[in-house]
């Protein structure tokens, strides 16, 4: 079956505003604050929780369209940048009354200060960027399944950390009672900031060059793209936003495991990007609606047939019925034709 090859030159001329933002994504942003601030009014806490967790999982599912599908690379190191993520603003903005003995192994002078949270989120971008350089220079060397195995070796190094620096992370205890700095609003936020990045990454020359070294490497560098550097640009990237995505999940529900972020959630974000399409960016937003929502909804019956796991059973089954029946995904690499025209 033949890829559909997204269309790279939208036509007719943007329509920008001051900023240099183009006027539909100004007026979906303004209905998509409308709509938060309805469900602010409207909702239970529980249910506000739920939408900022699926906001979250599209901004991750999104990202990880930038380095697998658009690159072609096979990386399953979402979750070890988010625990990364995760700790490090969770530790940083960790509230001084309890850091002398829930954190014993903090440096002196991190323990007398609480910083900001946004100054413990930039924290968290630094480490984990610099952590994805490290690794990006040494593992994307590696192609296909390969790959694979380095990051998510990384994710059980990570994981390995987190559990047996005590002194720091509290060890398989977790670090609980983290401050909520975080809500619908900032989750919202990111998940509308990471498809605009990588919806105009995508459409770019950038975007261009990645989608070539996916589909033949060897000729995109005998046309002068430096496939090393377009690969780590990509899994750098993905690693940030995936930082910021964990940091901001601490935060929302204020407790941070070395196995929150696990390999199971490695699988889940594979697989929105697989049914969504590869290199597809509206199909990576679908899948990770539909499979938040099956994740979520199942979890009553679970309980009540004490069958923990269904709804991973379900998304597996859901995935191979995906692989015979539409291999490409929902849309392939391309996007559909009326979003093309309203985000032109």
């Known amino acids: 079956m033949s890829k559909s090859a997204p269309d790279l030159h939208p036509a007719g001329p943007p329509t920008t505003g001051a900023l240099g933002v183009q006027a539909p994504w100004l007026v979906l942003a303004a209905l998509l604050a409308a709509g938060v601030f309805v469900l602010q009014n409207a909702v239970s806490d529980y249910a506000l929780t739920l939408a900022a967790l699926l906001c979250l999982n599209i901004a991750l599912a999104v990202s990880l369209t930038l380095t697998n599908g658009l690159t072609g690379l096979f990386s399953l190191g979402h979750p070890a940048f988010m625990t990364i993520g995760a700790y490090v603003s969770a530790v940083l903005t960790y509230p001084v009354a309890r850091k002398s003995f829930m954190l014993q192994s903090l440096p002196e002078p991190f323990v007398s200060m609480q910083l900001p949270f946004l100054v413990g989120l930039g924290a968290a971008v630094m480490v984990a960027g610099v952590a994805a350089f490290l690794i990006g220079v040494v593992v994307l060397r590696l192609k296909g399944h390969y790959l694979a195995v380095a990051t998510l070796g990384f994710i059980v190094i990570v994981q390995g950390l987190a559990t047996n620096w005590q002194g720091l992370t509290r060890g398989g205890s977790g670090l609980n009672g983290i401050p909520r700095f975080t809500n619908l609003w900032w989750c919202a936020g990111l998940m509308v ?18 989608l070539a070294v996916r589909e033949n490497q060897l000729a995109a560098e005998c046309t002068g793209i430096r496939s090393a550097r377009v690969k780590l640009v990509a899994f750098v990237l993905g690693a940030i936003i995936a930082a910021i995505a964990g940091a901001m999940m601490a935060h929302l529900i204020t407790v941070v495991t070395p196995k929150s972020y696990g390999i199971g959630l490695a699988f889940n974000l594979v697989v929105m990007v697989v049914i969504g399409g590869a290199g597809s960016i509206s199909g990576a937003v679908l899948a990770a609606i539909a499979i938040t929502a099956i994740s979520e909804g199942m979890r009553p019956l679970e309980e009540s047939l004490n069958f923990y796991g269904l709804s991973q059973v379900v998304v597996a089954l859901a995935l191979i019925v995906a692989l015979l029946y539409r291999p490409a995904g929902l849309f392939g690499s391309g996007e559909p034709g009326w979003l093309k025209r309203l985000l032109r």
């Open 193 to 210: 900031l990471t498809f605009l990045i990588v919806w105009r990454i995508k459409f770019s020359s950038l975007g261009r060059a990645m």
